[in-house]
């Protein structure tokens, strides 16, 4: 078999649960990628995946269902010891990490900090590193070796995280993209 490519098709957007219900469709088991995650520390969570129509398209739809009681926001540092220290594939954990590296590069620009003190508020949560994580391994079931996608839509408008009322498209999405 050559070599398998995957492509993303953005006109509506991308998000780690989108990706993660994409590589769900396409045939990643549920259970494996559960089963690898819980093997780190992350509290309680589950996975609920059920079928989605949007625009005539059909595919999975992702929810991360975290227990209340877990609000943690991690540093980029707390990120890379939890994937560090998992028993998840070397695969894996490159693939991780590099994309959480690279978040918190352009954090750490924006907030002016190092990038190892970067504090992740929405992204260091449990559904964002489940998103990430659980897409490093449905791309390494797959045997997906090369990523492409077509070009991401920018919005418009203001949206409330933890540092405020921020400008859609927010300042880390904008370098992101850079």
Known sequence: ???????????????GDMILGALIHLGDPLDFIEENIRNMPLG??????????RMNISGQQVNVVVDDTDEQSRDYK???????NSSL????????????????????????RPKEHVHFHEIGGVDAIVDIVGSALGVEWLGISKIFAS?????????????????VPVPATLALLD
């Open 78 to 84: 707390d990120i890379k010891l939890l994937i560090d």
């Open 89 to 112: 594939p070397d695969t894996v954990k490159g693939s991780s990490l590099k994309i959480f590296g690279r978040l918190a590069e352009v954090e750490a620009s924006i907030h002016n």
């Open 151 to 167: 070009e991401i839509p920018m919005g418009k408008g203001f949206v409330t995280c933890r540092h405020g009322r921020l400008p």
């Open 1 to 15: 078999m050559g070599m398998m490519i995957a492509y993303f098709d953005c006109y509506a957007g991308i998000s």
């Open 44 to 53: 309680t969570f589950r996975l609920e995946v059920s079928p989605a129509v």
